[in-house]
């Protein structure tokens, strides 16, 4: 292919813009020249600069064209299955009693500490096809099922084969996503470890992996004390912070993500107001996680509208994971976005693309203007509002890739 092509026969192109905040640029009869891997410039089809119209043209087929999704949140490699503990559910018992009985995130642990690199490499492949194929382009993914060093050590190595075979994330390091079991429930001693041991030891042993750090601050996990310091460690290390934050209770996880500068606070169900302004005035992403609220049964969704209001720049994940959220599907969120956060189409769309992006110093994804990588999806929608309207439809994208 040309170094130099335009995208043309376009119904319209919709993007958010990076330079006005919640912008979103809806052009119709669109065209988009590329350059090489970048965008070089958008806008109606008629007014295709002089310069680009003896370049070779990319037939988008009457489509609508968007940037493609980025997910901020994922738990992508894990050992096991979860399904039993799912119907457990529907039949009465609680996600916090399940966890009690030594099953939930535990559960997976064990299966997890099982698994070798090469299986968690072959089950995150496919996971990332699925992702793709539905869209998205970028993800944050996780260690945390390991829950001591040599299983995280595991996850990491497996992330770091992932990458070297092209995917394209951004690895955060979780090892305190819930306290081990060999720390009987004293989760100071258990920060310790994670803090002085497991950290800097998996940042020697797979340098340049990790770009982030987090930890589950919620009642009966880590407090947010124990959280700062390791959170603390991690940035000695070159570790930015991204918090689980205020998911079941208020712990004041939003408000430590504002004191550190965090890249993101995520969940944050029971957010307090003061947490939100803190969040806005320290340009802390809110990441926001609809289909955990949903599958957990949960009534309590994120206050989106108040921390637009707050202003925030908001962001949509999937959470995708083997016990609160097995959800593959950007679409679902989207939709859940606009149906149950109250968030408009455009903001919900943005919060998916360029705040996404955002979150994790992603500056070329998440939009089309001149400098972005030039992924983009083709959808074959009369409208885009539709993908959220026919709230059942399956939507998968066309790809012209950077």
């Not at 026969?9 to 988009?32: E, K, Q, S, Y």
């Not at 559960?107 to 500490?113: H, I, L, P, S």
């Not at 992932?162 to 001693?189: C, I, K, N, Q, Y």
Request: glycine share 10%; net charge negative.
């Amino acid at each position: 292919m040309s170094d130099r092509r335009v995208l043309v026969n376009l119904r319209g192109l919709l993007t958010p813009d990076p330079a006005r905040t919640w912008a979103v640029d809806r052009i119709p009869d669109a065209a988009l020249a590329l350059q090489g891997d970048r965008v070089a410039w958008l806008g109606r089809a008629a007014d295709l600069p002089a310069g680009w119209k003896d370049a070779p043209r990319v037939d988008g087929g009457g489509s609508w064209a968007s940037p493609g999704f980025v997910d901020p949140h994922t738990h992508l490699l894990f050992g096991g299955d979860r399904s039993g503990e799912f119907n457990r559910r529907l039949h009465g018992a609680t996600y916090q009693q399940i966890a009690a009985e030594g099953g939930g995130i535990r559960e997976t642990v064990r299966a997890t500490r099982a698994a070798s690199v090469e299986a968690l490499v072959a089950a995150g492949e496919a996971r990332l096809r699925a992702f793709r194929e539905r869209g998205v382009v970028h993800l944050e993914v996780k260690t945390g099922y390991g829950l001591e060093l040599e299983a995280e050590s595991r996850l990491t190595a497996a992330y770091a084969e992932l990458r070297r075979r092209g995917w394209s994330f951004d690895v955060t390091l979780l090892p305190a996503h819930d306290l081990a079991p060999e720390f009987g429930g004293d989760a100071e001693a258990n920060a310790r470890a994670v803090a002085e041991d497991w950290l800097p030891e998996l940042v020697r042993r797979h340098p340049g992996v990790a770009a982030f750090c987090d930890v589950f601050v919620e009642t009966g996990v880590y407090t947010a004390d124990l959280g700062r310091r390791i959170f603390e460690a991690g940035r000695r290390l070159g570790l930015r912070p991204r918090v689980h934050a205020d998911e079941l209770s208020w712990t004041g996880g939003a408000e430590l993500a504002a004191e550190l500068g965090a890249a993101s606070a995520d969940h944050l169900m029971f957010c307090s107001e003061a947490g939100m302004k803190a969040m806005a005035a320290a340009d802390v992403t809110p990441v926001l996680l609809p289909g955990t609220t949903l599958f957990l049964g949960m009534r309590d969704w994120a206050p989106a509208r108040k921390m637009i209001e707050a202003g925030c720049r908001v962001a949509l994940a999937t959470d995708f994971n083997p016990g609160s959220c097995p959800c593959l599907d950007p679409l679902t969120i989207l939709r859940l976005g606009c149906l149950q956060l109250r968030m408009t189409f455009e903001e919900a769309f943005t919060a998916m693309t360029l705040h996404a992006a955002r979150s994790l110093g992603r500056a070329d994804l998440g939009h089309l203007h001149p400098g972005a990588r030039a992924d983009v999806l083709l959808w074959d929608v009369g409208e885009m509002l539709e993908m959220v309207y026919w709230v059942g439809e399956p939507y998968r994208p066309r790809f012209i890739q950077a």
